[in-house]
């Protein structure tokens, strides 16, 4: 039988009525939780819980498909995420995996033939969720029948379009890093070599830094604009919106307030951007709480820092509203550019010579104006 019910538009949504209907179908609604927050590594497991009556984990790895008429689960993706839910901690006893894909015979019977393999290895059990499998779960289900369909009529209300520019046409990421090569050369006159490198160090620290020390800038720093529009037909009330950077690829975050001591008091009151170094995050809140209103938009600026190796950055991010919530993720490509400085240090055995390079930050001093 054709099922009515019809799968979440998204994957965000996907999680969470796995969350909720899983956590009914387990017995414990009230603990079953999503894993970690977007951005961080995983494990190959989304939503995890304790069944009612069980000592171990369970989980699920949730793999909502874009086109779900026609996407399929395959075997390539089951490995990789067997392989991930391998290193979760504490060991799982069961695995799931959730899909909105349609049933498919050969791809039911290899996850039976992974579950055989798994259990007598001592792993945990893998079970399968296909769309219909999920339909006929969340009819035989109340609570998650009841929250399900007046979810989707919800979602039909409130809607909102969140879009990022970086400073160039592209929306890359372009840091400026410092390029230091250090030449390792042999020392062949120690007396001469040793009176250069101590006039050298004396001029380096013997810059007059002033009563407060000249005011420098970080190159590394990268601009993102976020507009946040709300696309739906109901105003957004006692909101906020929430960035959280990839903890792996991002080295340091800051928001566009004022570093000005003297100007920080009177600037406060205006303030609708904080950043959390330590968890590398962004919170905007309008100012005075204001709702946004339908085919209105709020636009922030923030700023994030790469670390030297990162090819690409995400960035999850979170609307939360009264009656609203929407999650997602942006990815971008970062493409630094290098400032380059030569170096020579004398060594004095020859095995000692050798080429070195450092990536650090490219830090100026800037020049006030008269």
Not at 122 to 128: P, V, W
Not at 339 to 366: A, F, G, H, L
Request: glycine residues 4%; negative net charge; proline residues 4%.
């Amino acid at each position: 039988m054709k099922k009515s019910i019809r799968p979440p538009e998204n994957w965000q949504d996907f999680e969470s009525l796995c969350k909720k209907l899983f956590g009914e179908v387990w017995g414990c609604p009230y603990t079953i939780k999503k894993n970690g927050r977007l951005g961080q590594p995983q494990a190959g497991v989304d939503v995890y819980g304790k069944p009612k009556g069980e000592e171990d984990y369970w989980a699920i790895q949730c793999k909502g498909k874009d086109n779900y008429i026609n996407s399929k689960l395959t075997k390539k993706e089951i490995n990789e995420e067997i392989e991930k839910a391998l290193t979760f901690e504490p060991k799982l006893k069961v695995y799931a995996f959730a899909t909105t894909a349609p049933k498919d015979v050969e791809i039911e019977k290899y996850v039976r033939l992974k579950d055989i393999e798994s259990t007598k290895k001592g792993d945990f059990e893998i079970i399968l969720y296909s769309w219909e499998d999920i339909a006929d779960l969340i009819e035989e289900h109340r609570d998650t029948f009841n929250w399900y369909v007046n979810n989707l009529q919800f979602k039909e209300q409130f809607d909102t379009e969140v879009s990022f520019q970086t400073e160039n046409d592209n929306n890359v990421l372009i840091p400026k890093f410092l390029k230091t090569t250090t030449n390792y050369i042999k020392r062949l006159e120690p007396e001469l070599s040793n009176n250069i490198f101590s006039a050298v160090q004396a001029q380096l620290f013997s810059v007059n830094r002033g009563m407060f020390g000249p005011q420098k800038k970080n190159h590394g720093w990268c601009k993102l604009s976020v507009a946040i529009f709300n696309s739906g037909n109901k105003v957004l009330e006692d909101w906020k919106f929430w960035l959280s950077f990839d903890e792996d690829t991002v080295a340091k975050v800051d928001d566009d307030f004022t570093n000005d001591i003297l100007m920080y008091k009177e600037l406060a009151k205006y303030r609708t951007t904080w950043a959390y170094e330590d968890e590398k995050q962004i919170l905007f809140r309008p100012l005075d709480n204001s709702p946004l209103i339908q085919k209105d938009s709020k636009v922030f600026e923030c700023y994030c820092i790469p670390k030297y190796d990162s090819k690409s950055i995400k960035i999850g991010w979170q609307l939360l509203a009264r009656d609203f919530d929407l999650e997602g993720v942006a990815e971008f490509e970062v493409n630094p550019k290098y400032e380059t400085e030569v170096k020579s240090k004398y060594v004095d055995n020859s095995e000692d010579v050798r080429e070195e390079i450092e990536i650090s930050d490219y830090i100026t001093t800037i020049e006030k104006e008269d």
